[in-house]
């Protein structure tokens, strides 16, 4: 019994030292915990909105920022750890309907295949309409989406909610973004934002 109160001590002693090493290890980064299990973990947020004015279409067009320390920085190049949990967070102040492609009607790629979304969260939410789990969003309601095609990530933005979603990464790599959703200008959609780095595409660095 008394074995057993020490292993049990020990344990304890074990797991939260390694806690303490993982927040030590990674607190210059921006938010950033250790889970419980001691896995490595990433808070990303990302911000979209909308009426940005883009010199070359002479029109107002859509754009995802990465929202760190207080700041809205561009997302042509957003940087995660490798090996690590992403929780992603995506603020989205813009509207669709939008169509996408039939490959990306669904959420792929997250943990458990489900994203969390909020809808209307700017007014009139009671408890009831606090957001729940989905597999996919109707494209009624799609706007855009944030997709890493080439790590089978994919993720649906619905109009004026936020979503949240986890992805683990694996080694390092760089990899394209593009939302999925013809947001953008020309007779297809897929000119301006949609071509654009820091728009509606970019580089995602994992490292
Ligand atoms: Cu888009």
């Known amino acids: 019994m008394e074995n057993l109160f020490y292993v049990g001590l020990i344990s304890i002693i074990i797991v939260f030292g390694m806690g303490m090493y993982f927040t030590g290890a990674v607190s210059h980064e921006s938010p950033s ?43 042509a190049q957003i940087y995660i750890p490798a090996n690590s949990i992403i929780n992603l967070t995506i603020i989205n102040y813009d509207y669709g309907p939008g169509t996408v492609p039939a490959q990306y009607s669904k959420v792929m790629g997250t943990l458990n295949g489900t994203e969390y979304v909020v809808n209307d969260t700017n007014v009139n939410m ?16 799609l706007a855009h989406t944030f ?61």
């Not at 010199?55 to 760190?68: D, E, R």
């Not at 890493?148 to 973004?177: C, E, R």
């Not at 728009?199 to 994992?206: A, E, K, L, N, S």
């Open 126 to 141: 009671s408890a009831s309409q606090r957001g729940q789990y989905v597999k996919s969003v109707p494209s009624a309601d």
């Open 147 to 207: 997709t890493i095609p080439k790590l089978g990530l994919n993720i649906m933005v619905p109009s004026d909610s936020i979503v949240s979603a986890q992805f683990q990464t694996g080694g390092p790599g760089v990899y394209g973004w593009q939302c999925q959703v013809d947001c953008g200008t020309g007779p297809s959609g897929w000119n301006g934002a949609m071509a654009t780095p820091g728009w509606m595409m970019g580089q995602v660095i994992i490292q």
């Open 33 to 75: 915990t250790a889970s419980a299990t001691g896995e490595h973990s990433y808070n990303l947020t990302l911000v979209i909105t909308n009426q940005n004015y883009m010199q070359s279409q002479n029109h107002m067009q859509p754009a995802y920022y990465v929202l760190q320390d207080g700041k809205l920085l561009s997302s």
